[in-house]
């Protein structure tokens, strides 16, 4: 068990919708990350909070935002969903700079 | 941008054998490389982390090297077992001030007995 938890496990919406994905981090660590992994892109970053702030921002699209709130968890907002962005959804977390990274074990997206 | 790439999608060997992975990366050599291992549906779990400065690191059956010239890392199981049939992934930095990482799109590794 990595410590972080990733809500809800399955998703199905249809096109056009707007989906919230919830993530909560392992117990001390400050930073998250959100990667989109399909079958033919793997695994991409798609952007980094850090203690509340925005850190680095990756292939995340402008229908897609995400923050991190005090209590450090963060959601991830996807809005006018395409069939594209079906996907497993991964959140991870880490302590500091150069730290492994502890994932979650994803949202499943389905788009139809 | 920096990239990574894990040139073989699949590898198979038998029981018992020394299971070899490359990564290949671009631009500056990053501070550390990170590899992970991942099993269908679920996420990445972190195995191994090698800085610039060590050549080699080992942890159990695991061995892995970092070299600067040849912008590259090898990942080797020795002794594998069917258990460690799973999907390997490189990691280095997204950028040179940040703590990102970005991934390779792995190496898919079966171990037949």
């Known amino acids: 068990d990595s410590g972080v938890t990733q809500t809800p496990k399955h998703l199905i919406t249809a096109t056009g919708q707007r989906v919230t994905l919830r993530c909560s981090p392992r117990?001390?660590?400050?930073?998250v990350y959100w990667y989109q992994q399909s079958l033919d892109q793997g695994l991409q970053f798609l952007i980094q909070y850090y203690n509340g702030e925005e850190r680095a921002k990756g292939n995340i699209l402008e229908r897609f935002s995400a923050q991190q709130f005090p209590d450090l968890h963060s959601e991830l907002n996807l809005s006018s969903l395409e069939l594209g962005d079906s996907a497993l959804y991964f959140c991870?977390?880490?302590?500091?700079?150069?730290?492994?990274?502890?994932f979650g074990n994803g949202t499943r997206l389905t788009v139809t | 941008s920096q990239k990574i790439e894990q040139n073989s999608e699949a590898l198979n060997i038998q029981e018992g054998k020394t299971a070899t992975l490359t990564c290949n990366y671009t631009?500056?050599?990053?501070?550390?490389l990170q590899w992970y291992r991942q099993d269908p549906g679920r996420g990445p779990v972190f195995l191994l982390l090698?800085?610039?400065?060590?050549k080699e690191k080992r942890k159990e059956r695991l061995k892995v090297t970092f070299d600067t010239t040849l912008k590259q890392s090898l990942f080797h199981i020795t002794a594998s077992q069917p258990a460690d049939s799973a999907t390997y992934l490189c990691a280095r930095d997204f950028n040179q001030a940040g703590t990102a990482l970005i991934f390779g799109k792995g190496t898919t590794l079966s171990v037949s007995s």
């Open positions: 631009n500056y050599s990053p501070a550390y």
């Open positions: 117990s001390g660590d400050l930073s």
């Open positions: 090698i800085r610039e400065n060590e």
């Open positions: 991870a977390s880490s302590v500091d700079r150069g730290s492994p990274l502890h």
